[in-house]
């Protein structure tokens, strides 16, 4: 399985930068994990629109799906195989013929080609959903979407070889905010007590212009990065 990171700021990128977006590639199934601000021309540089398995949407804020109107438009232009299945915890959006809407809730199971996703409901300001996909050789990355700490997380992202984890918060200084979003500590206690093999910090603040150094524990994602597992 391969997983190319696309965009990687919220709730808004920086100066040439992109929102949640992400492809996961195995063998022949491609699928979008998340559709933020610039995720359309940059998955065009690595597939075609019509080479897309599947979209999966973690939760609906813009930066995580603001560009699925897009990926409409392109479809109807004849630019993509139709009806093209879209993930998502809810599906009112998804109402254009150009789409095959999928609910999704906590324990959901759905098939992709090669790869199997599982999702989990997780600690969000709108239903969110984190999801774990797992290869034909059991190969997993758990994507955390938007969360706060919770205790569930090490269930669901318990021994995955990759884990993206939602890290917008340099501190833990806005207990509002910590509702909502991990620090970069979190994220790090996060892989340790999951025991995961591999961390990487997404979902950075585009406000912020350096993040800590994760001191080897975990990395910052960096667009156009590319993790083979």
């Known amino acids: 399985m391969r997983i190319t990171l696309l965009g990687v700021y919220g709730p808004y990128p920086k100066a040439g930068g992109g929102c949640s977006s992400y492809l996961v590639e195995d063998g022949d199934t491609r699928v979008l994990l998340d559709c933020g601000s610039g995720a359309m021309s940059r998955m065009l540089a690595h597939v075609p629109l019509r080479a897309l398995d599947a979209i999966v949407l973690s939760h609906w804020h813009a930066d995580h799906a603001g560009e699925i109107e897009l990926v409409r438009y392109a479809l109807e232009q004849g630019q993509g195989r139709t009806p093209l299945r879209v993930f998502a915890p809810e599906t009112e959006r998804l109402n254009a013929p150009v789409f095959d809407p999928v609910l999704t809730a906590d324990g959901t199971e759905a098939r992709i080609g090669s790869l199997h996703l599982a999702f989990t409901a997780v600690r969000h300001a709108v239903k969110t959903l984190g999801v774990r996909v797992t290869d034909a050789n059991g190969r997993a ?31 833990e200084s806005n207990p509002k905010a910590l509702q909502n979003h ?46 083979d597992l």
Not at 145 to 168: I, M, N, T, V
Not at 195 to 208: E, M, P
């Open 141 to 171: 990355l758990f994507y955390t979407g938007d969360s706060g700490w919770f205790d569930g997380l090490c269930d669901a992202a318990k021994d995955a070889d990759l884990l993206l984890a939602d890290a917008c918060l340099l501190d």
């Open 182 to 227: 991990m620090t970069v500590e979190q994220v790090i206690r996060l892989k340790a007590a999951a025991n995961c093999r591999r961390a990487v910090l997404t979902h950075l603040w585009g406000g912020v212009s350096a993040y800590p150094d994760p001191s080897g524990e975990c990395e910052l994602a960096r667009e156009g990065a590319v993790y």
